[in-house]
């Protein structure tokens, strides 16, 4: 939220712990000169808080919704050896699924009505890839992805822009890691990185070290030969590998994908290559 502070933006913090928000809130208010509040709810309870969140904010005019809030768990783990499994179900869905689409309830009608905003919701790159001992939280990222993808498509007309954010690791508290290395951003390094985005993509990862995970885990993927003891693919391909695979080397033979790698260096060709929008940079330069 600071980047948008030093930007001029006023701004409205919703989490569950009133007291860091309060201290939060006075530490914009100071050093960026702009109006704050702060509404204290806990995404993991009842739907009873977007009511409350409706009245805190009513005859506010909202420009840009940030749907960041979201959980973990406590050490990642197979579904049935999670501690208290149900109420960690039941905590994340409401927290990590039913928290996006209420809260774009809640302040889309605003938007559609001025002609003109902005939704960012933070997805996980969980979401795309295979993620086991953590089905939920993955799953629940899934959701937010899809949804955001089909809701821009809805509302482009509308003058609203919807973007989801498919992140890898950032420094931050629930990730409990420390930022500022490769592949592992810092949160401002990695909002400064996203922000370049906003308007030119409807789905990135925003930042260039995340796209390359991406990219190189989907390869991995592909190319990977399944263990036939492990299911029950045929083995009928080329080289003994699954049939999929080997025609799958053959196109990439034949569109000498290789050849394209190799000139990936910028973020956008990456992202080209996995099928994302992305912004050419003509595009951003008129920007």
Not at 225 to 239: A, V, Y
Not at 250 to 259: F, L, S
């Amino acid at each position: 939220m600071g980047l948008l502070a030093e930007r001029g933006f006023n701004v409205i913090l919703v989490s569950r712990t009133l007291a860091k928000l309060q201290d939060v809130a006075k530490e914009i208010s100071k050093s960026f000169n702009v109006q704050t509040k702060v509404v204290a709810v806990d995404f993991t309870s009842s739907s009873e808080i977007y009511g409350q969140i409706k009245q805190q904010i009513a005859g506010i005019e909202v420009g840009i919704l940030i749907n960041n809030v979201g959980m973990f768990y406590e050490f990642p783990e197979s579904f049935l050896d999670i501690p208290e499994r149900e109420k960690l179900i039941q905590d994340m869905i409401r927290c990590n699924i039913t928290t996006v689409p209420m809260m774009c309830s809640l302040i889309l009608p605003q938007m559609v009505q001025r002609k003109r905003g902005l939704i960012i919701n933070i997805s996980s790159i969980a979401s795309v890839i295979p993620g086991p001992k953590m089905a939920i939280y993955s799953a629940s990222k899934a959701f937010v992805t899809k949804f955001s993808e089909d809701l821009a498509a809805e509302y482009q007309s509308h003058g609203v822009d919807i973007q989801v954010m498919i992140t890898g690791g950032v420094g931050t508290n629930m990730s409990q890691m420390e930022g500022g290395v490769f592949g592992m951003p810092t949160a401002r390094q990695y909002v400064e990185s996203t922000l370049r985005y906003v308007g030119y993509s409807r789905k990135t990862t925003g930042f260039f070290a995340h796209s390359f995970l991406l990219l190189t885990t989907y390869l991995m993927m592909f190319i990977t030969p399944s263990d036939p003891e492990d299911n029950e693919l045929e083995q009928d391909g080329k080289d003994g590998k699954p049939e999929y695979v080997s025609d799958w080397l053959e196109d990439t033979r034949n569109k000498n994908i290789a050849g394209n790698l190799g000139a990936a260096s910028q973020e956008s060709d990456v992202l080209k290559l996995l099928g994302f929008e992305t912004v050419d940079d003509e595009t951003r330069n008129k920007g």
